[in-house]
Each structure stands twice: as C-alpha cells, then as structure tokens.
T-cell receptor, first 111, second 113 residues
Framework: EDQVTQSPEALRLQEGESSSLNCSYT??????LFWYRQDPGKGPEFLFT???AGEEKEKERLKATLTKKESFLHITAPKPEDSATYLC????????????FGTGTSLTVIP | DTGVSQDPRHKITKRGQNVTFRCDPI?????LYWYRQTLGQGPEFLTY????????KSRLLSDRFSAERPKGSFSTLEIQRTEQGDSAMYLC???????????FGPGTRLTVT
C-alpha cells in the first residue's frame, strides 16, 4: 500500500536559519510527488510537483528535490511568514486517481 | 484564492442530523476530489469525480456518505445520520485532467455535537 511519512513532525527555526523537511514514500510506480503549504483553518496551497528522481523545483526561499525514495523541501533563510504546515503527497501509481498525504511538518519561524 | 469555493465554511449540527456541503471547482477542471482532514493529520481521500462520473470511492467511506456532481460542474457531499466522529474539515480539490496538481478550496469545518 502507498505510504508517505514526513519528518520532523514539528520544526522551530530562528529567522534566517536554513533547514530541510523530509518526505519518504513507498508507492507502486510514482506518478508525482506534491508539496503543499497549509495555514491554520485553510485548505492546502499547491507549491511543487516532482515526477522523477533528480528533479528539482524552486520558488522563492523553497526548493524541492526528489530521489527514488524521498523528497526534501529545503527552506533557505526562512522568514516568519513561512510558518505553516508543509504537506507532502504522492499520487497512487495504480489508478493514478488517489493522492496519499503525509501528516505534515509544522514549521514555526521565530523572528 | 485558488478559485475553488466551498459552502458553508462552518457547520455545527447535532448528532443524527443530515448535512450537505457544496463545492464549486475551477471552471475548466474536469476532475473533482473530496477529502476529510482531522487535526494533526493530512487530508484523507474520500471520493473522486471525472466530469459527472464518480469513478472511485475510498474503502473507508461509510455508506452514510454520498456525493454527486450532476452536471460535471459543482459537487455536493452529503452525510446522513451524522456522528461525532464525522467532525472534521471537509476539503474539495479540483484538477485539470492531465495536469496532476490539485487545487484545494478553503474547506468546510463540520462540528457534530
């Protein structure tokens, strides 16, 4: 069965202190790995899609990378407004219709 | 604002009552998904439509839950005989076929008392 595990569960950073969030996955035939940002009480906001090992995507202070078993979301010089929960999801490799989400990493950036 | 809207944003109901939620996807998106999310968890897949056809339902979906997308545009999710365990955020997402990323609405927060 497809599974997604995110670590750490929670992360506190000082403003400007770079770090990485991890998403490890098991899936029968990856059809895409997705990163979302979710603020409290809101729906997830799409950030990146990665399809194959070695692929990288960047947006502002965020950079997502993908290997055959895991993905990293690197946050460079974070600001307080980057505080949110970051969710990782994989697309089911059999039917391609279901997304499996991890439980997320709650990031707090302290000024 | 992703362009996906949900109504209502909050719903408080008593156990045993029926509730219905609505989702309006991005207009050119032919795929629509419903998810449930509880505190500290990621969204959990409930069901999926391509146009008006409901193509997949989670094995975890109780028969008290039903969803429709009658004209391939908006969708409704109904929960009959609500239970306290149904309290959660219900999220809708839409996708343009082949694009693969899903865009989520703001969710409907359901509280069953």
């Amino acid at each position: 069965e497809d599974q997604v595990t995110q670590s750490p569960e929670a992360l506190r950073l000082q403003e400007g202190e770079s770090s990485s969030l991890n998403c490890s996955y098991t899936v029968s035939g990856l059809r895409g790995l997705f990163w979302y940002r979710q603020d409290p009480g809101k729906g997830p906001e799409f950030l990146f899609t990665l399809y194959s090992a070695g692929e990288e995507k960047e947006k502002e202070r965020l950079k997502a990378t993908l290997t055959k078993k895991e993905s990293f979301l690197h946050i460079t010089a974070p600001k307080p407004e980057d505080s949110a929960t970051y969710l990782c999801a994989v697309r089911d490799g059999v039917t391609g219709n279901q997304f499996y989400f991890g439980t997320g990493t709650s990031l707090t950036v302290i000024p | 604002d992703t362009g996906v809207s949900q109504d209502p944003r909050h719903k408080i109901t008593k156990r045993g009552q029926n509730v219905t939620f609505r989702c309006d996807p991005i207009s050119e998106h032919n795929r629509l998904y419903w998810y449930r999310q509880t505190l500290g968890q990621g969204p959990e897949f409930l069901t999926y439509f391509q146009n008006e056809a409901q193509l997949e339902k989670s094995r975890l979906l109780s028969d008290r839950f039903s969803a429709e997308r009658p004209k391939g545009s908006f969708s409704t999710l109904e929960i009959q005989r609500t239970e306290q365990g149904d309290s959660a955020m219900y999220l809708c997402a839409s996708e343009r076929g082949g694009a693969y990323e899903q865009y989520f609405g703001p969710g409907t927060r359901l509280t069953v008392t």
